[in-house]
């Protein structure tokens, strides 16, 4: 049998450039050694974030020049509402400028305060957008996904019991549940199709609608496809139709499995909801057939969409997520396992041991890596944690992770290797790194983005 190759060759091509340890040293000290601080052209491979940054198509290029810009009824918003109707199911859609923008929308229609939202662990934005309107988004996320080294297929599920326990206890409160697919917090962990129904179940015993946040919905149908009994050989179209036969509606970023560098959308069955979004969308996003989108964006989505829900596509991309793993397990390097959709969640505590919670071992993680080799990882930790709402104290019950997000159609393997590599030297003298960072200043949310700190 042939080796594994990617489904797609190369037609363009972007230069980056490698830098010296000192120059790396300059930069994340101005950067205040915040990574979000860094100019991309200070980095040499960039695993900030998969999102928006992956490499278009050659069809998707030509759905540029193609692009309907009209104010109203743009043919680009009708050939995007009609695929997401093909691979969803959703009668309903509205376009926004991204994931959050669809958040802001329907939640402005759906959240009020007091309210709250059950789900799998809900992504910052999609809480923020609860927590803004003082209402509280509640974790039901199974408990094996707290355990970074438990090796279970389908690590992002619902606890079922636990959501089932919060509609007893505070049903008229639950607008609706929300479960995000793939589970980006717990580590790109995927939710299984019986969890899906598991959680249909539990919503219609209670009479409450369900939404998926679908940033990653293609990559959780390839988990389906490849880890659950019964789906080997159906098609990654059949699949996504099934999940979303059992929501009432989706809030999309399309920045991840959209293939396109920005956009949104929400889409769903209710015409309640869409009558009660609508106004919002006109509101801040802009009319009802573009919402903050180009026409040649919607294009580009619209074929986007149905590259990524075929199984080449995607298999070329997990394999390479999948690839990382495999280097990170010969050198001994813990991360959530099994790998995940985008991204490898590597277990920073685990790793440099001698670095105490209160000085961030994820985020000095992050800078080692980036002085070790210009490679931007980000902190999904302690700092992205915030502090207690009430106490004001710094959250260390969660994991506290270096993630490694990989952009999609980006980079190749031979730059998975050099991650690898450099990932390696910093383990090898992990036992040197004994001190972490203090922070100078913050701001009172969201803080990772601007957060400035000292190394001690
Ligand atoms: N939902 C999930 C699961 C996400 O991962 C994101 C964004 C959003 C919603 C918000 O979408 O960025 O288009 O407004 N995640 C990015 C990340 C930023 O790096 O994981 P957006």
Known sequence: ELPFAESWKIK?????????????????????????????????????????????SDRQWAGIMMGDESYAGADSFFK???????????????????????????????????????GNSHFDTTKGHIEGRKAIALDCTVDEAKDTQLEVPFKGNVDPVKLENA?????????????????????????????????????????????????RFAENAYFIKTREEGYA?????????????????????????????????????KQEWYEGAKGYCVQFEGYLTYGGMNGRDMNALAIGLDENTEFDNLDTRIRQVQLLARLLDEYGIPYQRPAGGHAIFVDAPKVLTHVPKEEFPAQTLTIEL?????????????LLADRDPVTRE??????DLLRLA????????????????????VYERRAEITRGVRIAWEAPLMRHFTVQLERL
């Open 12 to 56: 363009m091509v972007e230069p980056i450039r490698k830098s010296t340890r000192e120059e790396r040293e300059q930069w994340i000290k101005e950067a205040h050694y915040n990574v979000f601080q860094l100019k991309a052209n200070q980095v040499y491979i960039d695993l900030l974030t998969d999102s928006g940054t992956g490499a278009m």
């Open 80 to 118: 995007l509402k009609e695929t997401i109707q093909r691979l969803t199911g959703f009668e309903y859609v509205i376009p926004t400028h991204q994931g959050r923008a669809a958040e802001n929308v329907l939640f402005s229609y759906l959240v009020h305060e007091g309210d709250i939202v059950p």
């Open 167 to 215: 509609l007893k206890e505070h049903g008229d409160r639950i607008p609706f549940i929300i479960v995000t697919i793939t589970n980006n917090t717990a580590g790109g962990q995927p939710v299984s199709m019986e969890n899906l129904r598991q959680v249909r179940a539990v919503a219609d015993k209670y009479g409450k609608p369900v939404v998926f946040d679908s940033a």
């Open 233 to 269: 050989d159906k098609t990654i179209k059949e699949i996504t139709r099934e999940m979303f036969a059992l929501a009432d509606g989706m809030t999309m970023s399309a920045k991840k499995d959209g293939l396109v560098n920005m956009g949104g959308f929400i889409a769903t069955r």
């Open 370 to 382: 980036y002085l070790e080799a210009g490679i931007r990882g980000c902190e999904i930790g302690y």
């Open 394 to 399: 710094n959250r260390f019950t969660g994991l």
């Open 406 to 425: 990989i952009p999609r159609r980006v980079y190749t393997d031979n730059h998975i290797a050099v991650i690898a590599a450099a990932l390696k030297n």
